[in-house]
């Protein structure tokens, strides 16, 4: 699907490029054969291009996906010169391309937009930069959610939780490190072909970006402060219940041991066939291990 906005600039927007759009750039833009090979298919690593009279750009943004529970690349291709601006992205349920085409259509977008490919692209990128923002929500309400478990007793329960969310951070800062890189070179090299009064775009458009990496790296910190303090948690119990069986085995050693000593097979055995014999034995059985108990109680041990 290609659409075309037209002010002093014109806009390209290509989802899931086939044959006529790649002809239609080739015929009305001439842009490099490389470059247009390229925008056939999805590309699995970023690049910052600079070509005579514009730049290319691979970028890859984060996308939330529900059903894997975790953060996935989203491909935006962008080719940008002085009057001529294409973004292309490869998949047209994405929801924040959808929500970027309800702004298109917002009354002014020409007038404040269509003046300069410059501001447009920072405007565009503004609007990725905020989704990406955004999606981190679902992260914080997991973080806070692993924090009330944890403190409610249920280490074993945020065990999963923690996982699935470590995984989303990582991957999440996995795409965004390669993102942020881009986006460096775009700094770099922009001013030097849009003019140093384009400079203070690309420099807010990076600003944003180190915005979205501190939200990121926050939850990444507190993740793991969390994930520490249930492990901490969780030695606390084991320490405890080994103390426990431990003080169980001591104190029941010497009436195992007597117990023992009556179920062996020899010719004699005191006060067996004797009158009370049951309650002596018994009592031969626990009164050394009540010893040891009251011992253990006295020397708080116990």
Known sequence: MRQIYKG???????????????????????????ILKELETLTQ???AEVYENYLFLVTHFPNWDSKKQT???????????PKVLVTVSYNE?????LELTEKI??????????TDTVKLLHFIFE?????????????????????????????????????????????????????KEDLASLDRRGPRLFGE????????????????????????????SLENTNNSLMEHKINVLTKIYTTICFVTLPTILVISLYQTNTHYLPFVNSRYDTLIVLLIAFI???LVYLYLRKKKLL
């Open 197 to 224: 009064n384009s400079k203070i775009y690309f420099d807010d458009i990076v600003g944003d970006s180190l915005r979205v990496e501190n939200i990121i790296e926050n939850f990444k910190d507190t993740l793991e």
């Open 93 to 97: 349920v994405c929801e924040t391309h």
């Open 45 to 47: 690593r970023n690049k």
């Open 127 to 179: 609007h990725y930069l905020d989704f990406a923002a955004r999606q981190l929500v679902h992260i914080q309400e997991k973080i806070n959610l692993i924090e009330e478990q944890i403190f409610q007793h249920k280490q074993q329960e945020v065990i999963p939780i923690l996982s699935f969310v470590k995984r989303d951070i990582l991957n999440f800062r996995r795409i965004f490190r390669y993102l």
């Open 288 to 290: 050394p291990s009540l």
């Open 8 to 34: 002093k600039i014109t806009w390209v927007d290509i989802t899931s490029p086939n044959k006529e759009d790649i002809e239609y750039l080739q015929k009305n833009y001439r842009f490099h054969p490389l």
């Open 71 to 81: 953060s996935l690349p989203w491909e935006l291709n962008i080719i940008i010169s």
């Open 105 to 114: 259509y917002q009354k002014d977008f020409e007038k404040e937009h269509l």
